[in-house]
């Protein structure tokens, strides 16, 4: 994404996958952190046919990732706040310097030419 050179499409739909990616790990994080830690989240019950806890945890990062904070899904361990936090700085981080750096190198081709 950050190669010199024209900033295409492509590397602008490269940052938007990195970044449904970085959703996608969270979320098997979570996953992960559930299975040595049972009940490191609050995860309300009642759920609709097809909704397991994958999806409920996809769900949460992206709630996360986005910064909206529903707060319907609550981590409670230590390591799970951790991770959610971190999850939340990636969110808001991620999008700034992948926009800075496909504008500076935008930029630097115009100026180039």
């Known amino acids: 994404m950050f190669e010199p050179g024209p ?3 492509h590397r602008i739909h490269g940052a938007v996958c990195a970044y449904l990616l970085c959703g996608l790990m969270w979320a098997a994080a979570y996953m ?3 299975q040595v830690f049972p009940q490191a989240f609050s995860v309300p019950g009642g759920a609709g046919p097809g909704d397991n806890l ?3 945890f996809v769900y949460f990062s992206f709630v996360t990732l986005t910064t909206v ?3 319907d899904i609550l981590p409670l361990h230590p390591l799970a706040r951790t991770f959610v936090i971190a999850e939340g700085l990636t969110g808001q ?5 992948i926009i800075g750096g496909l504008v500076a ?3 630097h081709t115009r100026l180039k030419s």
Request: glycine content about 10%; overall charge positive; proline content about 5%.
């Open 105 to 107: 190198s935008a930029l």
């Open 93 to 97: 981080l991620f999008p700034a310097i």
């Open 7 to 9: 900033v295409t499409r």
């Open 54 to 56: 994958r999806s409920r």
């Open 32 to 34: 992960c952190i559930e």
């Open 69 to 71: 904070g529903y707060g």
